[in-house]
């Protein structure tokens, strides 16, 4: 089967299409096609992502977003085609708060045939609400006028399943120990088969993704922190200062996670240097660096202790922070001496981060809990929720 997936949940525009086949044990895939439209550039004057301003370039993407997906996945056939006015009444119903996406849509529609696609996978939570409203409204409107049917996807899940789409293929033992680290999740879940998802382990307070983009922008360092501070710590290498940061959470042998005081530490400890120090660059690397390293022990530690307890075979890594090679070479280096027999299995690069081919992924999982666009109940934005 085909699967269309789109993701608005955050900064990036992105609809990918998949093709899949085999059951829930075995299952095989191909991306298509996963068109990604960052928004990095918009958002880095702000330090962070900046909602309304989010939602508006995800109402400008979308329509060429999805052209991009089905060309690049050879399934966009143009095709002249009458939309009556009930039907363009409808559309225009759906996206009442969309009408220029309404209007780009309605081009598309006008324009192209109706792809060979068997169900469109829409993220619907967790994720900033006006981005994900324009995502599902979208959705939506696509299920109506091609008569596709729709299923509604958790994107923590999408995250975790984004691994099946990895081009070197590892099988997953159970029980699994899944980490998920992102700018909006911090989670630890155990996993003791397809689907049946137990929540240990969750931040109180702020991602691990977000702390290192507010540590980032304390420091001056650009958006998003993530990956800057990993660069510089790939390429400096010196220890001037022997900054030293609390490694949060570690005392209590649970598996949650709190970063907002390691943020506040890192702000503490940046104010109180002099102002000629505030400047110099090499001190705000080790800062970084260090705050880095306290994240990363934390994930790591916490990581451990959990697939110590339940005995996990496999241990999975999702969401954005794991694009970090740092964290995925101490990751398999803490496995490597304290677990030796686990295997940990990472997404690919493109797939750690946004994307919508893990949307897609996710949707053959959920391919029988399809309901009726006008299914209002079932696709409601939620910033917060669980897998
Ligand atoms: O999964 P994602 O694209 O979006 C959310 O669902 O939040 O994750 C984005 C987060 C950002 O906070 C970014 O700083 C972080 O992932 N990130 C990284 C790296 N690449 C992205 N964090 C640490 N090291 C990286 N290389
Ligand atoms: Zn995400």
Redesign the pocket.
């Known amino acids: 089967m085909k699967i269309l997936g789109i993701d608005t949940?955050?900064d990036?525009t992105s609809i990918a299409i998949v093709s899949a086949k085999g059951d829930f044990a075995n299952p095989e895939f191909e991306i298509l096609s996963n068109i990604i439209s960052s928004q990095i550039k918009i958002h880095q004057e702000w330090g962070g992502v900046f909602p309304a301003l989010a939602k508006r370039e995800h109402q400008k993407n979308l329509a060429p977003v999805l052209l991009d997906a089905l060309k690049t996945a050879q399934i966009l056939k143009e095709e002249k085609n009458i939309i009556s006015s009930e039907q363009e009444e409808e559309i225009r119903k759906i996206l009442q708060r969309e009408q220029s996406l309404a209007d780009d849509l309605l081009a598309i529609f006008a324009n192209y045939s109706k792809p060979d696609l068997d169900l469109i996978a829409i993220t619907t939570a967790p994720g900033l609400e006006p981005c994900l409203w324009v995502g599902i409204n979208f959705a939506k409107a696509l299920s109506y006028f091609w008569d596709i049917k729709l299923t509604p996807i958790n994107?923590i899940e999408s995250?975790l399943l984004a691994n099946y789409l990895n081009t070197q293929k590892l099988e997953i033992k159970y029980p699994a120990i899944s980490l998920i680290v992102?700018?909006?999740?911090t989670q630890i879940v155990l996993i003791n088969n397809v689907k049946d998802y137990k929540i240990i382990g969750r931040t109180l307070d702020d991602a691990a993704?977000?702390c290192?983009?507010k540590v980032a922008r304390i420091l001056d360092l650009g958006y998003?922190?993530?990956?800057i501070?990993?660069k510089i710590s790939q390429e400096y290498n010196q220890n001037k200062y022997h900054i030293s940061l609390p490694r949060p959470m570690l005392k209590n042998k649970n598996y949650d996670f709190s970063f907002s005081g390691l943020k506040t530490a890192v702000l503490y400890e940046f104010k109180k240097q002099s102002q000629e120090l505030q400047q110099d660059l090499d001190y705000k690397k080790e800062l970084a660096i260090e705050a880095q390293n306290a994240i990363i022990d934390v994930l790591i530690k916490k990581t451990i202790w959990a697939a110590q307890e339940y005995q996990a075979k496999t241990i999975i890594l999702g969401?954005?922070?794991t694009?970090?090679n740092i964290?995925k070479q101490r990751m398999l280096d803490a496995i490597n001496q304290q677990i030796p027999g686990v295997i940990m299995i990472a997404p690919d690069l493109i797939l750690?981060?946004?994307n919508a081919a893990m949307v897609a992924a996710t949707g053959f999982f959920h391919k029988s809990e399809v309901f009726p666009y006008w299914g209002n109940d079932k696709f409601v934005a939620k910033s917060r929720v669980d897998i």
């Open positions: 949940s955050c990036e994107h995250h992102s700018g909006g999740h993704g977000e290192f983009d998003p922190g993530g990956p501070i990993e969401g954005g922070v694009a970090s964290l750690s981060t946004d």
